[in-house]
């Protein structure tokens, strides 16, 4: 089974619904992370959590929110879905509470969601 | 602020060519440099990393080696095979910054049989 998985792998809505993407992970990591890929834009941060008490906004978190349920689950909202934030999404997790710079992220295999 | 720069995709190559996909970056700091990799419909993975100047990371005949002097990890390989095609991502993360991952754009590879 994968470490990192994700829930729905595809979805298609419309714009103003509220929609909710799934991270749950069997790696035993505190750190989470959401990301959104867009095509010649690489990947960009929405928010991150360290630990269930600690979540943090990322670079691109307007229009989004989170929910840490429990260690191994991180969701991510769509209050109100709008087009532009049609984009193929990635949660990863990384395994250490210091501080240091030489984590590795692991990623699930992304959902791809259309906002009509 | 801190960026990665990526030379822009898509490449194209015959199998057992040489590789070389340029990543600069620019950085606050002392960054830890990162190569993943996306092969079609599945998540990143790590590829390789390299953590301090004059490094190299290595890894599935890939190779990068971080050039404080150029701000650079070029990925390279000596002879590339179709599955090798894939989309390539050069990042790096800052001390203290919590392991969080800015990104290049990403290059695209195709390699042909």
């Known amino acids: 089974d994968a470490d990192v998985t994700q829930t729905p792998r595809n979805r298609i809505t419309k714009t103003g619904k509220r929609i909710m993407l799934e991270c749950s992970q069997t790696?035993?990591?505190?750190?989470m992370y959401w990301y959104r890929q867009d095509p010649g834009l690489g990947l960009r941060l929405i928010y991150y959590s360290f630990d269930v008490k600690d979540i943090n906004k990322g670079e691109i978190s307007d229009g989004y929110s989170v929910s840490r349920q429990a260690q191994a689950k991180f969701s991510l909202s769509l209050e109100s879905a709008i087009p532009n934030q049609t984009a193929l999404y990635f949660c990863a997790t990384s395994d250490t509470l210091v501080a240091t710079s030489t984590d590795t992220q692991y990623f699930g295999p992304g959902t791809r969601l259309t906002v009509l | 602020g801190n960026s990665v720069t990526q030379m822009e995709g898509p490449v194209t190559l015959s199998e057992e060519a040489f590789l070389t996909i340029n990543c600069t970056y620019t950085a606050t700091g002392y960054p830890s440099l990162f190569w993943y990799v996306q092969y079609p419909g599945e998540g990143l993975q790590l590829l390789l990393k390299?953590?301090?100047?004059?490094d190299k990371g290595s890894n599935k005949g890939f190779e990068a080696t971080y050039r404080k002097e150029t701000t650079s990890f070029h990925l390279e390989k000596g002879s590339v095979q179709v599955s090798d095609s894939a989309v390539y991502f050069c990042a790096l993360t800052l001390y203290n910054q919590g392991g969080k991952l800015i990104f290049g754009q990403g290059t695209e590879l195709s390699v042909k049989p």
């Open positions: 390299a953590t301090k100047a004059d």
């Open positions: 790696k035993g990591h505190d750190r």
